[in-house]
């Protein structure tokens, strides 16, 4: 009997059939060469994971457009896979790639229009009054961009301080001290 994957995406369990590593190595080299059902295989397999990523790192307005574009990235970049690291550790570094560079876009895209002294004053920066079935992830949503980037590539994800700045373009200082925020403003929104 095939072991199965199990992700919780939004509320809802979903599961797949997990590949055997052999499987997946065949499905990486036949899709490669542009099998489209074997990359909807492993589109499957790891459309979870990347939606979590997604998630956490953007939060869930933008999470299902962003893995879209993850897999529409890892099919067109499929030819540059090595096979030195394992695929999903590969289509894991993509899709955080991917998503800074979508952040970093989006910053640059709010910061052209957002010109005046008075328009932070306008804007609500958390949502109004507590809800009281506030989950942890709700929580991470609720983080700045930057701590909460630090803290899944950190906290979620297992990253060092030393890789996290490297891929951000940041010191190792400044990742330590996005984390120690991001924790902190963890604490107080779920107290």
């Known amino acids: 009997m095939a072991a199965t994957a199990t992700w919780n995406l939004t ?4 599961e797949a059939p997990a590949l055997s590593p052999i499987l997946e190595t ?4 036949m899709a490669a060469r542009g099998d489209a059902r074997a ?3 492993l589109y499957e397999e790891h459309t979870g994971r990347v939606m979590a990523i997604a998630r956490r790192m953007t939060g869930h307005e933008h999470a299902a457009e962003l893995t879209q574009d993850v897999f529409v990235r890892a099919w067109q970049k499929l030819g540059t896979f090595r096979g030195e690291a394992k695929f999903s550790t590969w289509l894991h570094r993509l899709a955080v790639n991917l998503i800074l560079t979508k952040r970093s876009a989006w910053a640059t895209d709010r910061a052209r229009f957002l ?3 008075d328009t ?3 804007l609500v920066a958390r949502p109004s009054g507590r809800e009281l079935g506030l989950d942890f992830e709700k929580a991470i949503d609720f983080l700045p ?3 909460r980037t630090i803290f899944v590539l950190h906290d979620v994800e297992g990253w060092k301080h030393e890789e996290i700045a490297r891929a951000l373009g ?3 200082g400044t990742t330590k001290a996005q984390l ?4 902190m403003l963890l604490r107080r929104t779920l107290a």
């Open 120 to 122: 932070l004053d306008s």
């Open 180 to 183: 120690h925020r991001a924790r």
């Open 39 to 41: 990359f909807a295989r």
């Open 145 to 147: 961009d930057g701590a």
């Open 115 to 117: 010109d005046g002294e």
């Open 11 to 14: 509320s809802r369990t979903v």
């Open 26 to 29: 065949s499905d990486v080299a």
């Open 170 to 172: 940041v010191t190792s």
